[in-house]
């Protein structure tokens, strides 16, 4: 997967990387997936209070 | 004749594996948004960096700055990796302060790791001394984590700034 990342964002993103001893493609995959789960819990929780509705 | 650019601003494409089926889970969520995979990504990325900025306030109030945090454990080392700390300390402000001097043009180009005069020169090379110091002695001797944290951000911040690889 090719990931596009603006300058500005790059430079945050290599900065935050580096401190934390990972390289730039490791830890965007790392911010992607935390998204994801916290997206995917949120369905999951939407979906719950829906089913509770019914 | 090359095609032009999709997206006008010069960033940058950074290539990562992920397995199929969680291409496919973006995919599916993208499309569930009405965008695509690359803005769905973008949104992923941009949200997560905000939400660590706002815990990282939230977990590091004003009152303990990395500083003091930095004082404190001082006084927990040994004399010996306490003078070492200190010296390592005082050479990186001093650095820091050079750095604060220079023009935005020069530090723009000194970022990009172009040598732009005698002073950039100077700075880079006490940086890189610094780097190695760190390598050698502060992280071989000096081992506790708050203190290499604290060193090594800073550090980190310079070399960047400097456009000294990593």
Known sequence: ?????????????????????????EYAVSLIL????????????????????D | ?????????????????????????????????????SEYIYRLIAEAV????????????PADPPEAVLQGVLKTLEPLDRERVVLFMKRLEEAE????????DE???????????????NIRKTVISLRQTYERTIKRNVRVPDVLDIIGERLLELMKELGVPV
Do not use: H
Request: hydrophobic content about 35%; charged content about 30%; cysteine-free.
């Open chain 2, 97 to 104: 302060g050079r750095l604060a001097k220079l023009s935005p």
């Open chain 1, 34 to 53: 935390k998204g994801l789960y916290a997206e995917k819990d949120e369905e999951a929780k939407k979906n719950g209070k829906a089913k509770e509705a």
């Open chain 2, 1 to 37: 004749m090359a095609r032009p650019r999709k997206l006008t601003e010069r960033g940058t494409t950074v290539s990562a594996y992920v397995p199929l089926s969680l291409y496919s889970e973006f995919q599916r969520l993208a499309r569930s948004k009405g965008l695509t995979v």
């Open chain 2, 107 to 121: 530090l723009k180009l000194a970022r990009s790791g172009r040598l732009t005069s005698s002073e950039v020169d």
């Open chain 2, 50 to 61: 905000q939400k660590e900025k706002a815990s990282a306030a939230v977990a590091d109030p």
């Open chain 1, 1 to 25: 997967m090719t990931i596009y990342l603006p300058a500005d964002l790059k430079e945050e993103l290599a900065g935050r990387a580096a401190a934390r001893r990972m390289s730039l493609s």
